[in-house]
């Protein structure tokens, strides 16, 4: 018999992370836009966590969102000053105080984030056209990724709930917000591996893990020909794609000096 589910944070309920999140008020409002193979199988999905930390924040699901309503919505509404964090050549970066207040003119910041691996963030945003026109922010990250149980493709990615911790970082330091709880969500993604790994170490679970995780650090680079292309990727920050489209947590992604990673 399957376990009983919390359908709030996927996790089994004996195991549910709910009751020890409080939810952060922001006058930012962040859409993870996730890619359906990480919204259905991801169990360690940091986006989800993340959403749970962010009373102002929603998780919509899909490939291509130039027809998703509620996103096209999003963009559209006046009222908005919608961002794509995805780093590039015209990416803005709130770590150097690239975008002031008084930009806003008044407006909600609305920051959308792809969460999925870097390949399906390319992939989604080269399917949506309305999220390759919105203007892009960045940020410069203040530590290597924490991530213990995934590698990262390149130093400088990070998990989506990384990334967030260091744009509400940033955005507090710009004026443009205010970050309530900083520590919470790096002390909930510690408490999500620290469990992921202790099952791995229980030899009476099936996927016990005869060698230990490696500490991020001393993991060798990735290499050959599909390194290659995540390097070309990272510097550029454009989607693989011959058409030149205007300068996006990547979220479960990964992005270079601004971003995202796996999970």
Same mark, same amino acid.
């Given at each position: +018999?399957?376990?009983?589910?919390? %359908?709030? $944070?996927?996790?089994?309920?004996?195991? $549910?992370?709910?009751?020890?999140?409080?939810? +952060?008020?922001?006058?930012?409002?962040?859409?993870?836009? +996730?890619?359906?193979?990480?919204?259905?199988?991801?169990?360690?999905?940091?986006?989800?966590?993340?959403?749970? $930390?962010?009373?102002?924040?929603?998780?919509? +699901?899909?490939?291509?969102? &130039?027809?998703?309503?509620?996103?096209? #919505?999003?963009?559209?509404?006046?009222? *908005? %000053?919608?961002?794509?964090? %995805?780093?590039?050549?015209?990416?803005? !970066?709130?770590? !150097?105080?690239?975008?002031?207040?008084?930009?806003? =003119? /008044?407006?909600?910041?609305?920051?959308?984030?792809? &969460? #999925?691996?870097? #390949?399906?963030?390319?992939?989604?945003?080269?399917?949506? @056209?309305?999220?390759?026109?919105?203007?892009?922010?960045?940020?410069?990250?203040?530590?290597?990724?924490?991530?213990?149980?995934?590698?990262? @493709?390149? &130093? =400088?990615?990070?998990?989506?709930?990384?990334?967030?911790?260091?744009?509400?970082?940033?955005?507090?330091?710009? =004026?443009?917000?205010?970050?309530?709880?900083?520590?919470?969500?790096?002390?909930?993604?510690?408490?999500?591996?620290?469990?992921?790994?202790?099952?791995?170490?229980?030899?009476?679970? #099936? /996927?016990?893990?005869?060698?230990? %995780?490696?500490?991020?650090?001393?993991?060798?680079?990735?290499?050959?020909?599909?390194?290659?292309?995540?390097?070309?990727?990272?510097?550029?920050?454009?989607? &693989?794609?011959?058409?030149?489209?205007?300068? !996006?947590?990547?979220? *479960?992604?990964?992005?270079?000096?601004?971003?995202?990673?796996?999970?």
């Amino acid at each position: +018999m399957s376990r009983e589910t919390c %359908y709030r $944070c996927f996790w089994p309920k004996a195991l $549910c992370w709910c009751p020890s999140i409080e939810p +952060m008020e922001t006058r930012t409002r962040f859409v993870f836009l +996730m890619h359906p193979k990480e919204f259905k199988r991801e169990k360690a999905s940091t986006g989800r966590l993340t959403h749970l $930390c962010l009373r102002t924040s929603e998780i919509h +699901m899909g490939v291509g969102f &130039d027809e998703h309503e509620a996103v096209q #919505a999003l963009i559209h509404d006046p009222r *908005n %000053y919608p961002v794509l964090l %995805y780093p590039g050549e015209t990416a803005r !970066n709130l770590s !150097n105080g690239d975008l002031r207040a008084d930009e806003l =003119g /008044g407006r909600t910041l609305v920051v959308f984030l792809l &969460d #999925a691996t870097w #390949a399906c963030a390319r992939k989604m945003l080269r399917l949506s @056209p309305s999220l390759q026109r919105l203007p892009r922010i960045m940020f410069t990250p203040s530590a290597p990724s924490r991530y213990v149980i995934k590698q990262q @493709p390149q &130093d =400088g990615c990070l998990s989506t709930l990384e990334a967030t911790h260091e744009l509400l970082g940033a955005l507090e330091r710009s =004026g443009l917000d205010r970050y309530p709880l900083p520590e919470q969500l790096l002390a909930l993604f510690a408490r999500m591996q620290d469990f992921q790994i202790k099952c791995a170490r229980d030899p009476s679970r #099936a /996927g016990y893990r005869r060698q230990p %995780y490696s500490e991020p650090g001393e993991r060798t680079a990735l290499h050959g020909r599909s390194g290659t292309r995540r390097s070309r990727f990272f510097r550029t920050g454009e989607p &693989d794609s011959a058409q030149p489209t205007p300068s !996006n947590s990547i979220s *479960n992604t990964s992005v270079e000096s601004g971003g995202i990673a796996p999970g």
